[in-house]
Structure formats: C-alpha cells, structure tokens
C-alpha cells in the first residue's frame, strides 16, 4: 500500500489542525505537537459529518485508540476516509497495537529551547551593558581605562555564558536524574531520530545528534515530551568544574570591570590613591 499526497485531500480542522499524506504516511499537526501513523497502525477511517475519526488497531480486548480532526469539510472528510479505507487491506489480525507504531512529536518549546532563548537574550543584555560602560569609561576617563577594559569585558562576557550555560544544565540534568523518569530510546528509521514510551504509553519522537542503535534519555513526569540526553559521568564532571571556574572567574572579571568604570568616573581617583599608597 502506498499512501501519496496526491491520493487523499488535506483536511483542516478546528484549532489549526491538519492532516496530510506524507511519504507512505499520516501526519497529523495539531497545537504542540505532530502525530504520524504508519499503514500499518490503521484499522480504519470514518466519516462522521464534518468529523473524521481515524481509528488504530489494537489486540483483541483492547479498546482502540482514536484520533479525530473535527470541523473539517463533510465532502472532503467523506473523501479522505473512502480513499484511505480502499488503500487500507484487509486483515484479520487482531495481535497489533497501533498506539505502538504511531509516534507523536512535540512542537511545543522544550525546556532546553526555552533556557537558550533566556540565555541568548541575557548574554545580548551583558554585551550592551559591557559596551554602554566601555563607551561612558572613555567619554569621561582615559585611554588606559577603555583599553583595559575592551579585554577585560570581553573575556568576563565569554566566560560568564560559557559557565552560566553549563553550570545550568548540570542542574537541570541533576533534577532529573532524582525527580524525572529514566528510559531507553531507540533509533527511528529517519537518520538521528529516536523513539521512547512515556509513562500514558505513548510512542515520543526526537532528534538528537548521536547516530546509534539506543540512547538513554530522562524526561519530566510533568511534561513527558520534554527530553534531555545525559551526559556521559566523565564529561558532566569535566562542565561542571570548568563551567564553576569560569563562572567564579566572571564574577571577578565584573567586579573588576566595575572598579574600572568608577575609577573613569571618579578621574582615576582610585589609581592616584593606589599609587599614594
């Protein structure tokens, strides 16, 4: 069976969902996340007026999971069930659970998109401080205080957003390794994708760098889609006591930069009494 953009419609529905044919399959985009069944995790598709109902297979006994797109086209949910329905084979297997082949993808910002976004914007806030006290530093200073502190601020802006960064995800990581749920994800077909089940028994997909068979993932109970990868023991070590030495070491590169600026201010009060001294 093949199921081809050109053999069934695009149905939209309420709250922005849509589904589509896509490479021998059904993606179903909804508010957060995106939904795709392979042929065979489908039993059937009905139409129901202006809902479609695409119903999974599922093991003698078991209830079937359902998914419906409400609001769509009555013609167009009529035609999407006919045409999905006449590709769908005949079968009398009743051993499958297609809840176990169908994967749903968050789109929703994880917790590691919303922590950059933060950080970026932190960093971008650090670089404008930096350079409106370097620009005040040599209207109302001298030219040794500029010069020292173009350095001086560029190192303590760079090791402040390395140590921030790591030192905050070895935290993130250490609240999940004691409040999250730990399971083995496996590779998807799709180069770099992986699947795992969460604790409702959804199939969850993700990408993630690492080209191999398995990786062991946490995510939050609260919110299941949100993944992270641990890292190996030896390299979380190795960020967390380099990410606190630069952190440390930002903190007195701002605390410098800050006798830098008053000293501008002050006419290099601070360096006469230094040199009084």
């Known amino acids: ?24 399959a059904l993606v179903l985009d909804r508010p957060g996340e995106q939904v795709t069944f392979v042929p065979d995790a489908i039993a059937r598709a009905r139409a129901e007026g202006r809902t479609l109902t695409i119903e999974l297979r599922a093991p003698h006994g078991v209830a079937p999971t359902v998914y419906r797109v409400d609001d769509v086209s009555e013609a167009a949910a009529t035609a999407f069930a006919d045409g999905l329905n006449a590709l769908l084979p005949d079968r009398e ?37 930096l350079v409106a006290a370097t620009v005040a530093a040599g209207l109302t200073g001298t030219a040794a205080s500029v010069i020292m502190m173009i350095p001086i601020g560029g190192i303590t802006w760079l090791s402040c957003g390395v140590g921030v960064y790591t030192v905050r995800r070895w935290l993130r990581e250490r609240w999940l390794h004691r409040h999250g749920v730990t399971v083995i994800a496996t590779a998807a077909a799709t180069r770099g994708a992986y699947v795992y089940v969460d604790g409702t028994g959804t199939y969850r997909g993700f990408v993630h760098g690492e080209d ?6 946490a995510y939050d109970p609260g919110d299941p889609a949100d993944v992270l ?42 360096g006469r009494g230094a040199d009084g001294l």
């Open 1 to 24: 069976m093949s199921i081809t953009p050109s053999s069934l419609p695009v149905l939209k529905g309420r709250g922005g969902a849509v589904l589509t044919a896509d490479h021998d």
């Open 93 to 129: 297997d009743g051993e499958v659970d297609g809840a176990a082949l169908t994967v749903v993808r968050s789109l929703a910002p994880t917790w590691h998109r919303r922590f950059v976004r933060r950080f970026l914007w932190g960093m971008l806030a650090f670089l404008v401080t």
């Open 212 to 217: 191999g068979p398995y990786v062991t993932v």
């Open 229 to 270: 990868v641990p890292q190996a023991p030896h390299l979380r070590l190795l960020n967390v006591v380099l990410g606190s030495f630069l952190l440390f070491c930002s903190l007195g590169g701002v605390a410098l930069l800050v006798l830098l600026v008053v000293d501008a201010f002050t006419g290099g009060e601070l």
